[in-house]
Every structure is written in structure tokens, then in C-alpha cells.
């Protein structure tokens, strides 16, 4: 009788892992993909609720007919959430490295002020800001303290004109200042992932710099940037989806509004379509920052 052949180490190691992986698997199918599947069914088709069941009639393109050519706000919105995802995304860029870079200095202190800096990703989180807002005044919603910290301290638009500045940075400066409180309060996150990334950079390389003579800018424009390549790419990723999925965004409120008055496929559609043109912008974004920037980086 011939003897069956035992499987080898690294067919087991794949089976065991195949195997641990299997309940991720059959959630990821049930609880994310076939959920997604059905929201683009929704999109195309009528929804009725009725007493103890859905009804649901396929319509085609009549939910984004009426979206694009017959509702009055959804271009409106749509361009007003693309305005906000180009300015906000480049100022918390900037703003996480700057500040990530400042962290990662040794000086007495540090601890405190990054925590500090995270401190509003743990005040963001739904339980503990509506606890704020509910013991704070009837007026203390973001937008309103936003506008207390930004404009209404220093009139940046008199600033802007003393300067001459083009009327394209001039916008893009004061939609930026104006939401500068917002912008800080979305860095936390980023600015952790690039501590994290400034952290793995081998002190080796500065070593050397130093005993070639390069100043603090050379050192930044040829060792810390080129080597938070992937760290950027990741950070540009998640500013991006934070943005589009944030409750702030008009669009996405708008959707929401789709549904609150039972209007699931137009909801559906509105969101869809969103989500495909911005799902586009980042292909295109990312594609160009791994041709131009990672490519020249490596």
C-alpha cells in the first residue's frame, strides 16, 4: 500500500492561515461586499417600505436623472464638497508633516504636546463630542467655534490684500484660514502616522549629512522627504476617505437627508455617484504621486 505523502511545513502554515482567516472572510463577503452590492442595486430601483417586507422595482437611470438634472442642490453641493476636499486635503498635508517634524525633536515636553495633538481624535469620537456639545451652550457646534478661533480673531482677507496676492491663492488662502480650526482639529491621525514614518528613518543617514555639511533644509528636501514616500502616500489616502465620508460633508448630509425622508434609491444614487467620481480623482491623484514622486524618490 503506498504511503500518503504529509503535507510540508508550508502548506500547513498556508492551511492554518487560511483557516484563522475564514470567519474574516465570511464577514468581509456578508457584512461588506454584499452590502455594497445592494446599495448599487439601490441606486437603480424604487424602494417601498411596506408593513413587514421591502418592495424594491428596477427604474434604471431615473434615480440620477433626477439627481443631476432636477434636484436643485445636488450640483451645488457636489462641486462645494470637491472645492472643500481640494483645499482641505494639501493644508492638513502640510500642516501634520510640519507639525510632525516638530514633535520628533527631543526637547522637554514632547510627551505633552503629542498627546495634545491627538487629543482631538479622542474629542472627535461620537460619544464624547456629543457629550460636549450637550453640556456646552446651544451655539457651541463646530462651525460656531471654528469661527470664534479663525476669522474672528484676525481679519485675514484685509492681510490678503495688502499683499496683492492672485485671486486663485487669495481664495484658496482665505477658505483655508477660515476653516483652520477643522483642519488642525482632522491632523491628529496623520500627524501619529508620520511620527511613525519620521521614527523608522535610520539615524545613519543624518549622521552623515552632518559630516558632509548639509544644512537642516538639504536634510529635509533629500533624506526626510524621500523617505516618507509611503508614509505620504498612506496619509493621502486616509485624509481623502476622512474627507469624503466626513458628517460635515454637505453632499454626503444631503444623502443622508435621501433617506431620513424614506428616499433610499435616490439616497443610493446621489452617494454612488459621488463616491465614483471622487474614487476617480484619487486613481488619478495617486497615480500621478507614484509616476512623479515615489519613482524620482526611489
Known amino acids: 500500500m503506498k504511503q500518503r505523502k ?3 511545513l508550508e502548506t500547513m502554515r498556508a492551511r492554518h492561515a487560511f483557516l484563522f482567516l475564514a470567519p474574516w472572510i465570511v464577514g468581509m463577503v456578508l457584512f461588506f461586499l454584499f452590502p455594497i452590492v445592494q446599495a448599487v442595486y439601490f441606486s437603480f430601483a424604487r424602494i417601498a417600505i411596506e408593513p413587514g417586507r421591502v418592495e424594491t422595482s428596477f427604474i434604471g437611470l431615473d434615480n440620477f436623472d433626477y439627481i443631476l438634472f432636477k434636484d436643485t442642490q445636488y450640483i451645488d453641493n457636489f462641486l462645494t464638497s470637491l472645492t472643500d476636499l481640494v483645499i482641505s486635503v494639501p493644508f492638513i498635508l502640510i500642516v501634520s508633516l510640519i507639525l510632525a517634524v516638530l514633535l520628533n525633536n527631543r526637547f522637554h515636553g514632547r510627551l505633552f504636546f503629542r498627546a495634545l495633538f491627538f487629543l482631538p481624535v479622542i474629542i472627535a469620537s461620537g460619544a464624547v463630542l456629543d457629550l460636549y456639545l ?7 457646534t463646530e462651525i460656531a467655534v471654528n469661527d470664534s478661533v479663525s476669522f474672528s480673531m484676525i481679519d485675514f482677507s484685509q492681510i490678503f490684500a495688502a499683499l496683492n496676492l492672485p485671486t486663485s491663492i487669495e481664495n484658496y488662502l482665505t477658505v483655508a484660514l477660515d476653516n483652520l480650526f477643522l483642519l488642525v482639529w482632522q491632523s491628529g491621525i496623520q500627524i501619529i502616522l508620520f511620527l511613525a514614518g519620521l521614527q523608522s528613518i535610520p539615524d545613519l543617514l543624518y549622521e552623515v549629512s552632518h559630516v558632509e555639511g548639509a544644512t537642516k533644509w538639504e536634510e529635509f528636501w533629500f533624506i526626510t522627504l524621500p523617505m516618507l514616500g509611503r508614509t505620504m502616500f498612506l496619509v493621502i489616502v486616509f485624509t481623502i476617505v476622512e474627507n469624503i465620508t466626513a458628517s460635515n460633508n454637505v453632499l454626503v448630509s444631503q444623502g443622508y437627508n435621501f433617506f431620513a425622508n424614506l428616499d433610499y434609491g435616490r439616497g ?3 452617494l454612488w455617484l459621488y463616491f465614483l467620481v471622487v474614487g476617480v480623482l484619487i486613481a488619478a491623484v495617486l497615480l500621478l504621486y507614484n509616476k512623479v514622486f515615489l519613482k524620482r524618490w526611489n
Open 6 to 8: 504529509r503535507p510540508g
Open 134 to 140: 450637550g453640556a456646552a451652550a446651544a451655539d457651541a
Open 268 to 270: 443610493a444614487a446621489a
